[in-house]
């Protein structure tokens, strides 16, 4: 395979980054269940908040992400098909045939050139946004994760055989991160530097890869398989889920666990820089907000129901998808609610952000993809 070096530069790029608001307290977030006369459970009505609803998808619809005006969303669903389209209107832009099995990972590269669609099945395409027409292609072993470099036309895929591929975009150049023992790559974060990689595995290590020069620079292993990872703006934590784990990216040691009482796990996390804190959710409907420096607990609230994902928004807002098919909007500076966003029948599987934070993109196991307005306040 031909060799490729990431550009040399990167150090001179200046990334920025924003946050920071406020609002009323979190309370019970779900209607009271309703009993007929029979002792059956009565569907509560779901109220559609949604400004626009996108119903190309036929099955579940497990990913999705905006171009950088957030003019464009590619949404990929379990009815092996992913479709670009328009988030004024709802018009397909084009539709990205060819595969084979779900489609669980679409993401736009950093310049909104080219989109990556990946299927479970190893396939990954990347089409050409302006030409509408696909430039290049990968079938291999069954996918587990994939994601773009931030800054470079470089494509990450963790593959369950434990390998991490990575391919220069179209050339398809293509270096590997090979496994030492074979247990599934789960997930993987570039770090802010651009060049190194944190990758988690199914067995419970936990590597920093040297993209350049295809080695490991440590590993540490812990007790359980590691799901996913979030690192901090700087590059110098991450924290591992599920076991909560806070980790100097120096050498790996861990520094804390940030686990409230009664909780073994959590089920998501994020590091918000600005704030200096950590957001953590799990599926027993806990959200928690830590103080990083000294990590403690500084807000808790309970959904009572299993929270999926979370995502940062403007203005210290953060997005809570829920099994529920509810977004629950929280300020994290206050630890009180702003507003529920409602349409989704079952599980909320991606959020994406738009630019300006007014509007959020949601897919659902419904079937559906939907648009939503967020207050201001």
Not at 132 to 138: E, G, I, N, P, T
Not at 273 to 279: F, K, Q
Request: hydrophobic letters at 35%; proline letters at 3%.
């Amino acid at each position: 395979m031909d060799e490729f070096d990431l550009p040399e530069d990167l150090e001179d790029v200046e990334v920025i980054y924003s946050d920071g608001e406020d609002e009323e307290n979190i309370e019970d977030m779900l209607d009271e269940v309703n009993i007929d006369e029979n002792g059956e459970e009565i569907e509560a009505e779901i109220i559609d908040l949604a400004l626009l609803t996108f119903t190309k998808h036929s099955k579940s619809v497990f990913s999705s992400d905006l171009s950088n005006d957030s003019q464009l969303a590619i949404t990929g669903g379990e009815d092996d098909m992913a479709y670009l389209w328009n988030t004024n209107n709802g018009e397909i832009i084009f539709e990205c045939t060819g595969h084979k099995d779900s489609v669980t990972e679409v993401s736009f590269n950093h310049d909104n050139h080219y989109i990556a669609t990946a299927d479970m099945g190893g396939m990954i395409q990347v089409w050409s946004v302006k030409d509408k027409k696909l430039v290049w292609c990968f079938e291999g072993d069954d996918m587990e994760w994939l994601s773009w470099h931030p800054l470079a036309n470089v494509l990450f895929c963790g593959c369950h055989s434990g390998d991490i591929y990575i391919w220069q975009i179209p050339q398809g150049n293509c270096k590997v991160l090979a496994s030492p023992n074979n247990s599934p790559s789960s997930c993987g974060k570039v770090l802010p530097n651009g060049k190194q990689l944190l990758a988690g595995y199914e067995d419970g290590q936990l590597r920093l890869w040297n993209i350049k020069e295809t080695s490991v620079e440590w590993s540490n292993s812990g007790n359980l398989p590691v799901t996913n990872i979030d690192v901090n703006i700087d590059g110098t934590l991450a924290i591992v889920i599920p076991g909560s784990v806070i980790i100097k990216l120096s050498d790996g040691k861990p520094t804390s666990t940030l686990l409230p009482d009664g909780e073994n796990e959590i089920e998501s996390a994020l590091f918000n820089s600005e704030l200096a804190i950590v957001a953590t959710g799990s599926l027993s409907g806990q959200l928690c907000v830590w103080e990083l420096g000294r990590q403690v607990l500084r807000h808790q609230a309970k959904i009572e129901c299993a929270v999926t994902l979370l995502k940062w928004g403007t203005n210290g807002k953060i997005f809570i998808g829920a099994t529920d098919g509810a977004v629950y909007v929280c300020d994290v500076k206050s630890g009180t609610l702003l507003e529920t966003l409602t349409g989704h029948r079952t599980d909320i599987l991606s959020i994406s952000v738009f630019k300006e934070g007014s509007k959020i993109l949601t897919t659902s196991d419904d079937g559906t993809a939907k648009i939503f307005n967020v207050k201001s306040n």
